[in-house]
């Protein structure tokens, strides 16, 4: 061990700890761990113990943890070449490659904030998030000639500074762990997407409470830790894209990129040939996967853990998972979290999950759960209260707490005895039936237990008698012939009569989704075909 890599080994060992004290963030009483790093830029500093590993993986291009740095620092320049400073919001507007992840820590090292603009947005919501976030620089594959526009720096700009070979010492600015680090949208699925502030102890604190829950805090690691192949098929520009990437940076791991958007082929061929070990994935993209034609043809013995965001696995998902992948028997984990609460607020895996339907696991170690309001049953609205909270919404005075610093997550669950979690539902996703309440998740797992049922999403439908009714759409199994009538049975043999479907589009097409995979429930309303009628 040289002295540089001795001196890090050292003040990664001081910064970071397991232990547990009672704090004050955004002026509210909070759990915080002790002793932890105070900017993201300490991180990049930590993961220098393991330069000499290869880091990134795009097609052909491979990065080493030495390279990235250097890449970081040449980027580095080239943004103050253009006129960026600390404080300055720079926005990244693109799809998943390495210039996007050495940008985002370039933006870091000079003081600035990372917006994470979504590559999906139409020009009108681009636009839009221009007009409210109103960032120095752009970064992006989209390059605009209007010059009403910031202005735009292409990734192949960036490209081009990393390939550079001129020597730029690696020199990042000092910040206050509240100060903003990143600007991340939500996923806009009850309407126009709005652009929260996280700051480096909020981004730090949930990475750090992961890092715990996983056991691999950077200061518990020896030299020889072996790092994990991971697949990332999130969005960069998605909290659990930053999550994923971070984790693997400290620990020494390789994070593998796809060439393009979602595909379940490069999928399995990239686990095939860089080994994957780890697959941080959602529900669809699983489902997707293993249902493709030629899955058996490709050697994906490698993987042994799949960690899932978004609502409890469902059953079936979870045996199909284990038949597929055995390695994983005791690794399908699940998360549930919130991007107002900074990220990640409850998460299990194995037999704790499996002997609990709709559980999401334990919340993590800083994060406290309460119920509010619950009923009969103990279910109300899930509430919490985070270090990793985050600042508010950019333009909206609004908190996103209350005056003891919990925040209303809209979903509907409950805790039993042993401290384990249920997600039931969303307070907001609920139809509304001639008076009756409808739960769509309860809708949606019926349908979803039918042999020729891939996906489906229950919607509110305007009806002219009863208010609202119950649509459901369907994608079908390829080569499925179930008819709409089929359903109808198969739904009404498990829901009360008002529950049943009475409006049904099926098709072999994927469902419209947001970047974090999950149904865009007002898009599958706004698509819902004309001719589909009524039963």
């Not at 609502?311 to 038949?323: C, D």
């Not at 334990?362 to 119920?371: A, D, N, S």
Request: hydrophobic share 45%.
């Amino acid at each position: 061990m040289n002295a540089m890599t001795s001196a890090i080994e050292s003040s990664t060992i001081q910064r970071w700890g397991t232990g547990i004290v009672r704090g004050t963030v955004n002026h509210h009483p909070c759990r915080m761990y002790d002793i932890r790093p105070k900017s993201l830029c300490e991180l990049l500093i930590d993961a220098q113990r393991w330069a000499d590993r290869t880091m990134l993986v795009q097609g052909d291009r491979r990065l080493s943890g030495a390279q990235h740095v250097v890449a970081v620092a040449r980027t580095a320049k080239l943004l103050r070449a253009h006129g960026a400073r600390s404080g300055d919001r720079i926005m990244l507007l693109g799809f998943n490659h390495i210039e996007w992840l050495v940008a985002f820590w370039a933006i870091q090292c000079i003081g600035a904030t990372a917006v994470f603009g979504n590559r999906w947005w139409s020009d009108e919501e681009t636009a839009a998030a221009f007009t409210l976030i109103e960032p120095s620089i752009v970064l992006t594959d989209r390059l605009s000639s209007d010059a009403s526009e910031p202005a735009h720096v292409s990734f192949e700009t960036v490209r081009h500074a990393i390939d550079d070979i001129t020597d730029v010492p690696f020199a990042p600015e000092s910040v206050d762990e509240d100060a903003p680090a990143v600007i991340i949208f939500t996923s806009g699925t009850t309407g126009v997407a709005k652009g929260i502030v996280m700051s480096h102890r909020s981004v730090i604190a949930n990475i750090q409470n992961l890092l715990v829950l996983t056991g691999r805090l950077p200061s518990a690691l020896p030299a020889s830790h072996a790092g994990t192949v991971s697949l990332m098929t999130m969005p960069l520009f998605h909290l659990a894209g930053l999550q994923i990437q971070i984790m693997n940076l400290l620990s020494g791991g390789t994070l593998v990129f796809l060439e393009g958007r979602f595909d379940a082929l490069e999928v399995l061929r990239l686990i095939e040939r860089e080994q994957v070990r780890a697959w941080g994935s959602v529900p669809t993209m699983v489902s997707r996967v293993i249902h493709h034609d030629d899955f058996a043809k490709y050697d994906t013995a490698s993987i042994a853990s799949i960690p899932m965001g978004g609502a409890a696995i469902p059953h079936e998902l979870r045996a199909e998972i284990a038949r597929a992948f055995p390695k994983t028997q005791k690794r399908v984990g699940n998360m549930y979290g919130l991007t107002e609460a900074g990220g990640v607020l409850a998460a299990g895996s194995g037999k704790d999950l499996d002997e609990r339907p709709q559980c999401v696991g334990k919340p993590l170690p800083t994060v406290e759960v309460r119920i509010s309001n619950p009923n009969l049953d103990g279910v109300g609205e899930i509430m919490a209260r985070t270090p990793s909270a985050t600042s508010g919404f950019v333009g909206d005075p609004t908190p996103i707490d209350d005056a003891d610093g919990w925040i209303a997550t809209g979903d509907l669950g409950r805790l039993d005895g042993d401290g384990y979690l249920y997600v039931v539902g969303r307070q907001k996703d609920t139809i509304i039936r001639g008076g009756e309440n409808i739960a769509s998740v309860h809708v949606e797992r019926c349908i979803r237990t039918h042999p020729d049922v891939l996906e489906a999403a229950v919607v509110p439908l305007p009806h002219a008698d009863l208010g609202e009714e119950v649509g459901a759409a369907v994608v079908l199994r390829d080569g499925a012939t179930v008819s709409a009538a089929d359903l109808t049975r198969h739904a009404a043999q498990h829901l009360a009569k008002f529950e049943v479907p009475t409006r049904w589009w099926l098709t072999y097409d994927a469902l419209p989704t947001n970047a974090s995979g999950k149904v865009v429930k007002r898009d599958v309303v706004q698509r819902w075909p004309r001719d589909v009628s009524s039963l």
